[in-house]
């Protein structure tokens, strides 16, 4: 019998596993999906804090102060950890002051993790709690659940698009609250990005070249023309009050003038022509372009509530996505997440143990 079952081969299934086996242990690395990587696969591959720890706490004003100092302490030796095991780094520094951070070639961070982790075992979703050995839920949470969607943060679930794998339907929310683990704070809340509405065709290799960033420089209006303006440098606030609109749809009308505004790398006119190109309705009035977007849901926010060993009931862990009311309120970084709450899962469990 395996002396630890890890359930998902994400960021943090494989963080955790990675760190089991290098202390000795006899892992079962179970995957629902045909693939090791997870969402991280078709991430941007940014592992990234906050500047300081105040910055983190004022920017999730809800999550849970103790697992977001042991997150921002531990984020940087841990994107050491994960370069010493071969991951090859694209880029260093995030381009933004607010953040630091690294950011990696995600299919060698994925096979670099794999070497060390172990191969998954694919097809294997884990269905109900091993007896007598501890577990890693590490899911990814219900970013492909309509039906918790539903229950827990919008009406509007059917017509949102999933900008993560369709694997992370919320079997580790559900096995752990069985368990008798608590829900975190915040399942109402998502972390996503607007996207060109249908009939667009949005693959998963498009998930970051087509993300419409520029709510900040749009005036943003639902289908009964009631407007939202952008509040947070992340936008993710618009892509929350898209989700509740009628069929989780933004128009975003940008005036002439703002075409040439930068988001990061791309302009503004980028990002439009990405949008019609990929067959989103947009419209031209004047100078002035207009986009329909609909609300695309990459994370969910909330999930097991966990102490900072990652506990979530008696032999019960939870990491990544599975482990909420980190980033309650704001945004931060999933992927820092997913690796340090991972590798720390899996000490306490084999310390428990
Ligand atoms: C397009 C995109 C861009 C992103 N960019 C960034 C970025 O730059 N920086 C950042 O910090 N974050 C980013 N993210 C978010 C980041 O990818 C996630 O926060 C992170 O991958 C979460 O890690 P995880 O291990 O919880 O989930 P995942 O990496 O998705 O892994 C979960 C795994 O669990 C498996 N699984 C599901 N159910 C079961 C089951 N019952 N049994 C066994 N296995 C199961 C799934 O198939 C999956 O392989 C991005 C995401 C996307 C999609």
């Keep these: 019998m395996a002396d630890l079952v890890v359930a998902g081969a994400g960021m943090a299934g494989l963080a955790a596993a990675a760190e089991a086996r290098s202390r000795g242990a006899d892992v079962n690395l179970i995957e629902k999906g045909d693939r090791a990587g997870g969402s991280m696969l078709l991430s941007s591959g940014m592992v990234w804090r906050h500047a300081t720890l105040d910055a983190f706490c ?26 010493s095991l071969g991951a090859r780094v694209t880029e260093r520094g995030t381009g933004n002051p607010r953040t630091a951070g690294v950011r990696f070639d995600t299919g060698s961070l ?8 172990g191969e998954p075992r694919l097809r294997r979703p884990l269905q109900e709690l091993p007896a007598g050995t501890p577990v890693v ?45 608590a829900a975190s704070a915040g399942l109402d809340q998502i972390y996503g990005r607007n996207m060109p509405a249908p009939p667009a065709r949005v693959e998963p290799a498009d998930y970051v070249r087509l993300s419409q960033l520029y709510g900040r420089h749009a005036s943003l209006a639902n289908v009964h023309g009631e407007t939202y303006e952008a509040r947070t440098w992340s936008e993710i606030d618009v892509v929350q009050w898209t989700a509740r609109q009628p069929r989780a749809r ?18 503004v006119a980028e990002m439009v022509e990405a949008a019609e190109r990929a067959g989103a309705p947009v419209e031209r009035h004047g100078g002035s372009v207009t ?24 032999g019960v862990y939870a990491a990544g996505a599975d482990a909420g009311g980190i980033a309650t309120g704001g945004y931060s970084s999933g992927l820092a997440a997913a690796l340090v709450l991972g590798r720390v899962a899996a000490a306490a469990a084999l310390e428990d143990a």
């Design 110 to 117: 994925t096979r670099s993790l794999v070497r060390a982790a």
């Design 137 to 181: 839920l590490a899911t990814g949470g219900f970013p492909a659940g309509r039906e918790l969607l539903r229950r827990h943060v919008t009406a509007e679930a059917d017509d949102l698009l999933l900008r993560a794998t369709p694997w992370s339907a919320g079997d580790g929310l559900t096995l752990g609250l069985q368990a008798g683990a």
């Design 291 to 314: 986009v329909e977007t609909v609300a695309g849901v990459t994370s969910t926010l909330g999930g097991l509530r966990v102490d900072t060993s990652a506990r979530a009931a008696p």
């Design 250 to 267: 933004a128009w975003f009308t940008v005036a002439e003038e703002a075409l040439s505004e930068r988001v990061r790398d791309r302009t």
């Design 58 to 83: 004022e920017e999730c004003p809800d999550g849970d102060r103790e697992l977001q100092a042991l997150i921002f302490e531990r984020t940087e030796s841990d994107i050491a950890w994960l370069e």
